[in-house]
């Protein structure tokens, strides 16, 4: 299966800042990965797919981009309520899809 | 509009098998191209991506539990059916059903999920 590393496992910051969260795949999966978000007691959001295609109805102070291996998700201007649990996801040929381990964005 | 939302008991024993129902509505999934797959999420870990299921009954599940799962569909009652054998405690999880869209014909995300059932294994 393909391994998603991402960091980092969290993330203290304040509103208005910019926050920047990687996802690096062990193989080569083009631009199949998408980013979700989650918040207790709600259902999960995705915000982008194919590395860097923003969701619709996602604000666009998210964007996401690809280097090779290596996968990030920017928030331009953090939010009261972008604070949350973020995590990448690889959807590259046939499953499984596998996830990245999850970053947990707290306020500072 | 587009919904899912899943059911099942909230408590299992070790050893059992469990039964989780996903129950939808805006989309059929005798459509081409769609899909609806099952996700878990243990308390304070990662998500775990766990099966899917397309609409011409293709079924695809995860390595590890791959001998544990069956997936199915109802297309008549807009249902997808998940069950888990031999469960243990470490099963102890929020499990997700979302449906799948393919953006392009080749980009395939989860785009709409329920907001999951906890589900306990404890004797």
């Known amino acids: 299966d393909i391994q998603m590393t991402q960091s980092p496992s969290s993330l203290s910051a304040s509103v208005g800042d910019r926050v920047t969260i990687t996802c690096r795949a062990s193989q080569s999966i083009g631009s199949y990965l998408n980013w979700y978000q989650l918040k207790p007691g709600k259902a999960p959001k995705l915000l982008i797919y194919a590395a860097s295609s923003l969701q619709s109805g996602v604000p666009s102070r998210f964007s996401g981009s690809a280097s090779g291996t290596d996968f990030t998700l920017t928030i331009s201007s953090l939010q009261p309520e972008d604070f949350a649990t973020y995590f990448c996801q690889q959807t590259y040929n046939s499953p499984p899809y596998t996830f990245g381990q999850g970053t947990t964005l707290e306020i500072k | 509009q587009v919904t899912l939302r899943e059911s099942g008991p909230a408590l299992v024993k070790p050893t059992q098998t469990l039964t989780l129902t996903c129950t939808f509505s805006?989309?059929?999934?005798?459509?081409?191209?769609?899909?609806v797959g099952w996700i878990r999420q243990p308390p304070g870990k990662a998500l775990e991506w766990l099966a899917r299921?397309?609409?011409?009954?293709?079924?695809y599940y995860s390595t590890s539990l791959k001998t544990r799962l069956t997936i199915s569909k109802d297309t008549s009652k807009n249902q997808v059916v998940l069950t888990m054998t031999k469960m243990d405690p470490v099963d102890t999880a929020t499990y997700y059903c979302?449906?799948?869209?393919?953006?392009?014909?080749?980009?395939?995300?989860?785009?709409?999920w329920g907001q999951g059932t906890m589900v306990t294994v404890s004797s």
């Open positions: 805006g989309f059929s999934l005798s459509t081409s191209g769609m899909c």
């Open positions: 299921i397309d609409w011409d009954d293709d079924k």
């Open positions: 979302a449906r799948m869209t393919w953006f392009g014909e080749l980009f395939a995300a989860f785009d709409i």
